[in-house]
């Protein structure tokens, strides 16, 4: 079991998407005494997903990668690390995936989830969009493969959940984290040689 770090309603009205939170203490506490009811409740540990940022809160005191460090140290839960959105947010942001998925606590990463997004100009500005609507871009492949060489291989999902392709397509794209799998495997085994 899965969920986004992220908000999506308020005051009884819903949003279309799923928002980064303000990241604080205040925060944090809250995540993680929701984490640890639903831990409880269903006597499993659940995995949290790192969201696709747009906006950075000004007020936010704590990092996104330390504020899931926080919440798997606090809580005991996994991270389900999704390429696409480390990516996504980096651009957005101005920030550096690679530093990023460092600071992830790796051994709590127990899923990938790989996915295609959108270029949208908005004026002088470029945004991508999660979208999961395309093939993944040859730079996440590269963030995957470094992903892997940092924490070692997880099970992978290419998330794609509109304008579907061809199955042929879909399953080039698994056949290409499969083959970054295995190569990322004979490196670290070279490595370790």
């Known amino acids: 079991m899965s969920e986004h770090l992220s908000w ?3 005051g009884g009205s819903h949003l279309n998407d799923l928002l980064p939170l303000p990241y604080t203490e205040e925060a944090l506490h809250v995540v993680v005494r929701h984490v640890d009811q639903v831990q409880s409740a269903i006597r499993r540990t659940i995995l949290i997903e790192n969201p696709s940022s747009y906006l950075r809160y000004k007020h936010s005191t704590i990092s996104e990668s330390e504020f899931l460090d926080a919440i798997v140290r606090r809580t005991g839960c996994g991270l389900l690390c999704d390429v696409n959105n480390i990516y996504v947010s980096a651009q957005n942001l101005g920030t550096n995936p690679e530093a990023y998925l460092n600071a992830l ?7 990938f989830h790989l996915a295609g997004h959108s270029t949208n100009e908005i004026g002088e500005v470029t945004v991508l969009i999660d979208d999961h609507a395309s093939r993944v871009c040859a730079k996440v492949w590269d963030l995957y493969s470094y992903a892997l060489n940092q924490v ?3 099970p992978t999902l290419i998330e794609w959940d509109s304008d579907l392709p061809t199955l042929e397509i879909l399953l080039d794209e698994a056949g290409k984290a499969r083959r970054i799998a295995t190569s990322g495997r004979e490196h670290r085994r070279a490595i370790a040689a």
């Open 8 to 10: 999506s309603a308020t």
């Open 105 to 111: 606590p790796g051994a709590a990463i127990q899923e």
């Open 152 to 154: 070692g291989e997880r």
